[in-house]
């Protein structure tokens, strides 16, 4: 008898764990995520962290809606103070468990529903007909507010909230808000959008004015060309520098000839060769000095004539005959 029963209830086991495994094999990839969130959820929400159990079951809620997974979204909702998802969870459960004939869940959601109501806050964002313009737009946080919500009070959760008012040409109007956690009924205006500033227009070329280039060698009002009586005046003082450097190494070439002549005049009377080598030294020099200075000389006669000269102008007074220009 004992074998029997030991017998039976391996049976038992086995086909349970065969229902188990055709009943895990029949769900699909979305519903098992869904189950491992919300087992995580539910460790979340027992171990008093709230803020991250609620996530875990709206997740699961999404990938595979059951009633039970939006029970306990809505209670954990009411237990983090965000009063207005719990409402608007609450009243999904109870839709979703009358759907399904479940009884006690529903007439329990409906319940909570009921208590929650007169705690609610609420936001009503208002906006006046001045106000409505052509694409005006209404923001809370990242969530657009459209024209049907403006001036319907919406249940909201406690907390901070930013308000944007925008539309095309228009400068955006933005509005911070503190909304209580419960039983606070907040009426905001959108306030009349001041123009945006125009951009300043670009201005046109002036078609009399000439393109700038910066490479065009242009003379201007502050920058007067060169007249061929000022070139020639630079001309000229560049003739007479060279000239005079000419003019000196001449003047050089005559002392370094008295020096070698002095010189060689030693050597012939001490019959030294050092002497003589000096002297042979000194009238070389001599000889270089000569022809760097007449080269220098004739190079500068040659700029000074090139150069451009003003008119010459000849008057008299009827007592004398004068000259007058540059020479």
């Known amino acids: 008898m004992k074998s029997v029963r030991l017998s039976l209830a391996r049976a038992l086991v086995a086909a349970t764990l065969l229902t188990g495994a055709a009943h ?19 460790r979340l929400m027992q171990s008093g962290d709230f803020a991250a159990a609620c996530p875990k079951f709206a997740e699961s809620q999404t990938l595979d809606p059951a009633p039970g997974t939006a029970l306990n979204l809505a209670t954990c909702y009411e237990k983090a103070g965000k009063l207005a998802s719990a409402w608007a969870a ?13 009884k006690d869940r529903a007439a329990y959601a409906k319940k909570k529903v009921a208590a929650l109501q007169p705690k609610l806050s609420r936001l009503t964002i208002t906006v006046p007909g001045s106000v409505s313009v052509s694409g005006l737009q209404i923001q809370l946080d990242d969530q657009q507010v459209q024209a049907p919500e403006w001036g319907v009070p919406v249940p909201r959760d406690g907390g901070s ?30 306030r009349p959008l001041a123009d945006a500033p125009k951009a300043a227009p670009q201005p046109q070329a002036d078609a009399t004015t000439p393109a700038a280039n910066p490479t065009a060698d242009v003379p201007t009002k502050d920058t007067p060309a060169p007249t061929g009586a000022t070139a020639g005046k630079t001309q000229r003082t560049i ?33 030294s060769v050092s002497e003589s080598k000096k002297a042979t030294n000194l009238g ?20 000074w004539l090139a150069a451009p000269h003003a008119p010459v102008s000849v008057g008299t007074d009827g007592t004398q005959l004068f000259f007058n220009g540059t020479f």
């Open 24 to 42: 895990a094999a029949d769900k699909s990839p979305d519903a098992i995520r869904a189950e491992a969130l919300f087992d995580e959820g539910r």
């Open 90 to 102: 609450y009243r999904s459960a109870e839709a979703a468990s009358t759907s399904s004939k479940q």
């Open 239 to 271: 003739a007479y520098v060279v000239g005079g450097v000419g003019v000196a190494g001449l003047a050089s070439a005559g002392v370094l000839a008295i020096l070698g002549k002095t010189q060689m005049n030693k050597a012939e009377k001490d019959h």
């Open 284 to 303: 070389n020099a001599a000889t270089v000095a000569v022809s760097a200075g007449g080269a220098l000389v004739a190079t500068g006669l040659i700029v």
């Open 161 to 190: 909230y930013t308000i944007q008012a925008s539309a095309p040409g228009k400068e955006t109007w933005v509005l911070r808000i503190d909304l209580a956690r419960s039983e606070q009924n907040l009426v905001v205006e959108v």
